[in-house]
């Protein structure tokens, strides 16, 4: 609540009690992932709907409990080791994506290649129907400032916004302090000319942030940091008030 509650001036924006104005940053980085758990591709650009960025997530790994591929087990999850060494991308803004082995080598054959590198008979691509694909809500946000952080609190670790998989990677001015994003929740911001993001809460951290993907080896120090600073929760989550285009470069002005 420390967020919420302290009063911040950066680069003309003042904050107080989770209601902000001006500008807090610029898109550094645009990040989505066409297949669930897998990794992602980098974009310079992307289209906005409601549903969240178009493609992102649209696809995942399903078994035949109908339980999607992630690095947890629970309900709604099964545990299937290996997806984050994988990696996603669309060859167009649409239709089906493809998918990429440890090596970058496009796979052919998703189906057929997921039985035999997850040594699992039942599994298959899924495109999403009535239940939804998100974790939580449809666009996440990290600042450089509070990746920095991350940084700090855990040396020796490997670590950029890969293990937090945002949508956006905002970067942020020199004097911004970590964990910014809560002083977000209850407001809008404007990013291009007509996408507005609605920041409602933070993502609550898993075991996912630890994980192993392709040159970030496993360590547990990075959740562990998290979780002893901020109670588990990084990121600001919001949902799409105003649908269109943004870029790298564009800033996030709250208005």
Known sequence: MWGLLRLAWVRGRSCSLGRVTGEAGVVERIWRYPIKSTGGESLDRVRVEERGFRGDRLFAVRDAQGRFGSGKTTR?????????HLRSRYREDTG?????DPRDVLVSDPDTYLRAYLEREDVRLAREGTVSHFDQLPV????????????????GVPVDERRFRPNLLVRTP???PPFVED???????????????????????CVMTNEAQRDL???????RAV??????????????????RLRVGDPLVFT
């Not at 999850?77 to 290996?82: C, D, E, K, T, V």
């Not at 996440?140 to 040396?155: E, F, I, K, M, N």
């Not at 002083?183 to 951290?205: H, I, M």
């Not at 080896?217 to 959740?223: C, D």
């Open 76 to 84: 709604r999850f099964r545990r299937m080791p290996g997806l984050l």
């Open 96 to 100: 089906e994506p493809e998918l990429l």
């Open 140 to 155: 996440s946000v990290l600042t450089t400032a509070t990746l920095d952080w991350v940084r700090s609190a855990a040396p």
């Open 174 to 176: 020199p004097d911004t």
């Open 183 to 205: 002083e977000w929740f209850g407001s809008t911001a404007r990013v291009g000319d007509t996408v507005r993001l609605a920041f409602v809460r933070a993502s609550e951290r």
């Open 217 to 223: 080896p496993h360590s547990a120090r990075v959740l």
């Open 227 to 244: 979780a002893d600073a901020h109670g588990m929760r990084l990121d600001g989550l919001a949902t799409v008030a105003s649908p269109g």
